[in-house]
């Protein structure tokens, strides 16, 4: 006769492991495609629990073991600065993100900039211009400075066709250079540069990319 | 111990009752111990590790669920580690009592228990890791306790095994688990203070 108790212990490991990962797989979101995790102890100092692509649904991931260098999960923001007079669109990719800041007039900044780990990230733009923000739940808060004035922000995760978009282009010897937040109610700000002069810019449908009344294709920007 | 050569054994087909058993009946416990640690490890460093999995109510953080369900499996091997040592007659003054093997089967199971959520983790979130010393050797050693672990079970299946094999792979399975403790709930402990 063969002892049968140790397999019984073996198979309930091996069920219950089968149901943890079952429960993970279901209700565990797949935020970060870490290339390099953090080891199996977990650092809950640094959580990544603001990941903006984790929704927060009940169960969900709180503070989660840390990365020392995960990459952030890519993600669109779109939204106004907290005095209602510009727009902030964030795109993050691969760890890079590029923000525009416009307030549809003739104040506008391009920044650029790495995002670290936990999604937080500071980008700098022409002139001076910064941008540093962090994610808080499915926002991204935090302060812009361009053109010498600061303006504090909050962008909503942005869903297609919100998002941020950009055409550049010479037209009949004219250079013209636009670039469009398009929030998430729809509303659009945009600015046009023809020639070194900013002036509002025309609406585009952001499906298609063109650009009202003029030979132009906008599309959606990515750092 | 005498043993008659010509009594009839009853249900032993092969090998007899005499003699050192078949070293073949080692092969399925070293080859599913090697299978298990090795499985774990490349599903470790395969399998994009998803950062975050779910979390238990009252706790701060899955460092701290970890940390805790760790230190209660080592806790229970502790259990196991004395009751052996009694087992055997290695402990000066105890002697095995009548409960110490169900007492060291209970221990055992629940200690295992405590450590698989905690292993599902580890892999599931986080994967095989080997970017510091420490980590380098909770990841190792995190695969070979299950491995040993698992050899320790199949051998257990068995009758008449070497007196020494035994305690060889369940000390093998303590240490492991000793290491692997002390490079993960201990250092979290240490780290971040005793927080739950």
Not at chain 1, 23 to 47: C, F, H, R, V, W
Not at chain 2, 148 to 176: D, I, N, Q, S, Y
Request: with cysteine; hydrophobic share 40%.
């Amino acid at each position: 006769m063969k002892r049968s108790g140790p397999l019984f212990t073996l198979l309930g490991g091996l069920l219950l492991a089968l149901l943890l990962l079952t429960l993970n797989a279901t209700t565990g979101e797949k935020t970060t495609p870490a290339g390099d995790q953090a080891p199996p102890t977990p650092n809950p100092t640094a959580s990544p629990s603001p990941r903006p692509s984790a929704p927060p649904t009940s169960e969900a991931p709180t503070p989660t073991p840390t990365p020392t260098k995960t990459q952030a999960p890519d993600a669109d923001y779109a939204g106004r600065t907290d005095d209602d007079s510009s727009a902030i669109a964030v795109t993050v990719r691969d760890g890079k993100a590029v923000a525009y800041f416009c307030d549809g007039r003739n104040r506008e900044s391009w920044l650029k900039g790495d995002v670290a780990g936990d999604g937080s990230m500071k980008l700098t733009g022409k002139n001076g211009a910064t941008l540093e923000a962090a994610p808080e739940g499915d926002k991204l808060t935090g302060t812009a400075k361009v053109d010498k004035k600061t303006f504090a922000f909050t962008a909503d995760r942005a869903k297609k066709p919100s998002g941020l978009y950009r055409a550049t282009q010479t037209v009949r010897g004219a250079r013209l250079d636009g670039g469009w937040i398009v929030l998430p109610n729809g509303d659009q700000v945009g600015i046009l540069t023809r020639d070194g002069t900013r002036e509002p810019a025309p609406e585009i449908d952001p499906a298609s990319g063109s650009v009202t009344g003029e030979d132009l294709t906008a599309r959606p920007v990515t750092p | 111990m005498s043993v008659d050569p010509n009594a009839v054994t009853q249900g032993f087909p092969s090998p007899p009752a005499h003699g050192s058993p078949h070293p073949a009946r080692y092969l399925v416990p070293v080859f599913a111990a090697g299978l298990v640690a090795v499985g774990l490890g490349v599903y470790g460093k395969a399998h994009d590790p998803a950062g975050t999995s779910f979390n238990l109510a009252g706790f701060s953080s899955t460092g701290a669920v970890k940390s805790w369900l760790g230190t209660g499996a080592f806790a229970f091997a502790v259990v196991q580690f004395v009751t052996a040592l009694a087992m055997y007659g290695r402990l000066p003054g105890v002697r095995s009592a009548p409960w110490m093997p169900g007492l060291h089967r209970w221990s055992g199971r629940i200690a295992f228990l405590l450590a698989v959520p905690v292993a599902v983790h580890c892999l599931y979130a986080l994967g095989y890791q080997t970017f510091d010393t420490r980590v380098m050797w909770h990841s190792l050693l995190g695969c070979f306790f299950f491995g040993a672990f698992t050899a320790k079970m199949l051998l257990l299946r068995h009758e008449r095994l070497p007196g020494w094999l035994l305690p060889l792979v369940g000390g093998a399975v303590f240490a492991g688990l000793a290491v692997v403790w002390v490079t993960s709930a201990l250092w979290f402990f240490r780290t971040f203070g005793v927080t739950t």
